[in-house]
């Protein structure tokens, strides 16, 4: 089956303690991203990856880091993370092939609360 | 201003009814509008997809790109209780969907 899988799903963590939420595809896409969701915001993009060793800064990515090793993983990394980063937070990738195969598969999404 | 403005709603609706929904932008350069479906505790998913002005048509929905008035429509005819979800939506400068820009989002509620 095709997927996106992130983990956890849920975590509540306090404020400096670094933590990582792993992003995996199935599909060999090329394109990954981060997206956190919050209530009146809409979803905003942290950080987007076009392959391998290619990555580059969404609209909100101060804050985070990413790395992309390996094709189908895009992990998510806050180094020190702050109660203002308590969010609900998605993977997704995509293939640019062109049409409506560019679209993005979103993960699960991933609920953080720091404390 | 926002580069995309949707109304979050939340839209209240008797089974059966037309839904339209809506979203406006400022960006005359986006090319590619899409709507995505969110159901509570899930990641959003595609639901339509189309490029520059004109219809679409999937079922009992319709996807509406007025250019000319920078406003996009998502109708859905003969609403359902399953259809409660949010609707976003999405459009992009490129075919590439990797840097789309997002509405906020409308919360729909169809009640039996």
């Known amino acids: 089956e095709a997927q996106v899988t992130q983990n956890p799903r849920y975590l509540i963590t306090v404020t400096g303690k670094k933590l990582t939420v792993t992003c995996s595809q199935n599909m060999n896409h090329e394109y990954m991203s981060w997206y956190r969701q919050d209530p009146g915001l809409g979803l905003r993009q942290i950080y987007y990856?076009?392959?391998?060793?290619?990555?580059d800064k969404g609209d909100v990515p101060e804050g985070y880091k990413v790395s992309r090793k390996e094709k189908r993983n895009f992990p998510l990394i806050l180094e020190s993370p702050s109660p203002n980063q308590t969010s609900l937070y998605f993977c997704?990738?995509?293939?640019?092939?062109?049409?409506?195969?560019?679209?993005?598969?979103f993960g699960p999404g991933t609920r953080l609360t720091v404390l | 201003q926002k580069e995309v403005e949707q109304d979050p709603g939340p839209l209240s609706v008797p089974e059966g009814a037309i839904v339209s929904l809506n979203c406006t932008y400022s960006?005359?350069?986006?090319?590619?509008f899409m709507w995505y479906r969110q159901y509570s505790r899930k990641g959003p998913e595609l639901l339509m997809y189309?490029?520059?002005?004109g219809n679409k048509e999937d079922g009992r929905f319709t996807a509406q790109v007025d250019k000319s008035s920078k406003y996009i429509s998502l109708f859905i005819r003969d609403s359902q209780p399953s259809d409660s979800a949010t609707y976003l939506c999405?459009?992009?400068?490129?075919?590439?969907?990797?840097?789309?820009?997002f509405g906020r989002g409308t919360s729909l509620i169809v009640h039996p």
């Open positions: 960006n005359s350069a986006f090319q590619y």
């Open positions: 997704a990738s995509s293939s640019p092939s062109g049409g409506a195969e560019d679209t993005q598969y």
């Open positions: 990856s076009m392959n391998v060793e290619v990555t």
């Open positions: 189309t490029y520059s002005s």
């Open positions: 999405a459009m992009s400068v490129t075919g590439g969907s990797y840097i789309p820009t």
